[in-house]
């Protein structure tokens, strides 16, 4: 566990870097869905690089494709329907992140430099997918914007 001052500085971190991941995305114009996945779906698949790396047990690699399929579905669900599976991918990954891999079990495999910066990279990333969702400025395909028009 690191001291107060450590996991702050990590979070700081986290927020920069997500903040200037996700404005890169959406400077991608109407693909910035499509990175956000990619991103969400690569975060998930660094706990599985890290438990192959650790030598860990065949149930925690079983539990971390699981969250693969788990973040993967959501991300892929809010580029090919409504993007608020996107924001809901980011909101529970700190979950993943916090409760299991930095003060849970986890922590034992997860190096503290990913599991700390991820908790408030996902919540910014989250805040601002659905900061653009309201606004009406995240690019959505078709289909996600019919679903959106009639919610």
């Known amino acids: 566990m690191l001291d107060a001052a450590d996991f702050m500085a990590g979070l700081v971190r986290g927020a920069v870097l997500g903040g200037l991941v996700t404005l890169g995305a ?3 114009g ?3 869905g499509s ?3 990619g991103v969400l779906i690569f975060a998930a698949f660094g ?3 890290f438990v192959h790396d650790a030598g860990e047990s065949a149930a925690w690699m079983a539990l971390e494709l699981l969250g693969l399929v788990i973040y993967g579905s959501m991300a892929i669900r809010g580029v090919f329907g409504s993007p608020w599976w996107l924001v809901a991918g980011w909101t529970l990954h700190p979950v993943w992140d916090g409760v299991l891999h930095y003060y849970g079990p986890g922590g034992a495999f997860a190096p ?3 599991t700390v910066p ?3 990279w996902d919540l910014l990333t989250a805040a601002y997918i659905a900061w ?3 606004r009406g400025t995240h690019p959505v395909r078709v289909a996600a914007r019919t679903q959106l028009a009639s919610a």
């Open 118 to 120: 991820c908790i408030s």
């Open 26 to 28: 959406y400077r991608a």
């Open 47 to 49: 706990y599985i690089v």
């Open 112 to 114: 503290t430099w990913w």
């Open 30 to 32: 109407r693909h910035a």
């Open 132 to 134: 653009r969702i309201l």
């Open 35 to 37: 990175v956000l996945a």
